[in-house]
């Protein structure tokens, strides 16, 4: 999965560093997937698979354009 942001995409660098940042946040969102599957209340696990799934996708989306917002002059 690549994250093609208009700000990752300004940059080899950005790029880069959005891809790998990506990676790893969705690999711990896997992680923590597989530790929610065992957790009793049906109900909150999937709230909280969402809740990591969102933010492991924001994290990259937010930092490639804090990234791009560096570069800027």
Known sequence: MEIKTPWALSSEE??????????????????????????????????LLMAVLIVACLIPVLMSWIWWRKQQP
Request: net charge positive.
């Open 14 to 47: 950005n790029w880069r560093r959005t891809q790998r940042l990506g990676g790893k946040c969705l690999f711990i969102a896997g992680l923590l997937t597989i530790l929610l599957a065992f957790l009793p209340n049906q109900e909150l696990a999937f709230g």
